[in-house]
């Protein structure tokens, strides 16, 4: 029972290590397939006195995924009706082009800025409709949450890391005669500690597994699925065999390092 203690102690701060870790994975995912969407239905639209090409754009704006010519036709027939054939063959002549430009990923606010400045100084170019103020919301929204996820998992982390290194501490004092007598017999430092890497590895390889099959449970739950509609994205957020390396690895690399940790402060007192 007090081995169950001491395992439950060091479990419940490096399952919450990872639960951040999975959640910013998710949470990085969601948004990147939010932006996606996003940038799907955004475009930037131009109108010139000249005609202008794709790989003219390209050179002025490496970002550019496409760049289309808009039919004037339907603006043109709406005001057809109203005027002489004199009147509409001129304005007709003077009519601008209009194009829409799309782009191959979700600008920040400072680069879309940057995109309107830089069209603006092309000869020829009269006017550029981004709307910057749409785009901007967006833009601050998924920022805020990838900032406020980041700030959680940066405070938790190191919070649990800290309450791991205590942990490891006390194992080691409550083994600390055990370990003076292997040091007597000529046990070098990772025999001595041998036991501290064996029950962190463990505890690693329970807490991956654990976090793991509690975000495979959550994906099949009509929550998950509510959520993902609403947001308009799809099951490709979830990446489970990727995610379960990246916990494990993560895990054992961070609880070895705890042990180090824990073993070098030993040594100082």
């Not at 202008?52 to 970002?63: G, K, T, V």
């Not at 005027?83 to 002549?93: A, L, R, S, V, Y």
């Not at 009519?95 to 600008?107: I, N, R, V």
């Amino acid at each position: 029972m007090n081995s169950i203690k001491q395992h439950f102690f060091l479990l419940l701060p490096l399952l919450a290590l990872l639960f951040s870790l999975e959640s910013f994975l998710f949470i990085s995912r969601a948004i990147v397939s939010k932006e996606d969407k996003l940038l799907q239905n955004y475009s930037i639209v131009i109108a010139s006195k000249k005609k202008l090409s794709l790989e003219f754009i390209r050179q002025n704006i490496p970002e550019t995924a496409s760049f289309e010519s808009i039919d004037p036709g339907f603006i043109l027939d709406k005001i057809r009706a109203n005027m002489n054939n004199e009147d509409f063959e001129n304005i007709k002549k003077d009519l601008s082009f209009y194009y829409t430009l799309k782009l191959d990923s979700f600008p920040s606010q400072a680069r879309l800025s940057s995109i309107e400045s830089t069209l603006g100084k092309i000869p020829g170019i009269e006017r550029t409709e981004s709307f910057a103020k749409t785009h901007n919301q967006a833009y601050r929204l998924l920022f805020l949450i990838k900032f406020s996820i980041q700030t959680f998992a940066l405070i938790l982390g190191l919070l649990s890391i800290l309450l791991m290194i205590d942990q490891i501490r006390i194992w080691h004092f409550e083994h600390n005669k055990r370990m003076q007598i292997m040091g007597y017999l000529g046990a070098g430092m990772w025999m001595k500690n041998s036991f501290l890497f064996k029950g962190a590895i463990y505890d690693a390889i329970i807490a991956a597994v654990v976090v793991s099959v509690g975000f495979l449970y959550f994906s099949t739950t009509n929550a998950a699925k509510e959520m993902l509609g609403a947001l308009e994205i799809g099951q490709e957020i979830f990446s489970f065999g990727l995610d379960f390396g990246i916990l494990l690895g993560a895990s054992i690399g961070i609880c070895m390092l705890c042990v180090l940790i824990a073993i070098m402060l030993q040594r100082k007192v």
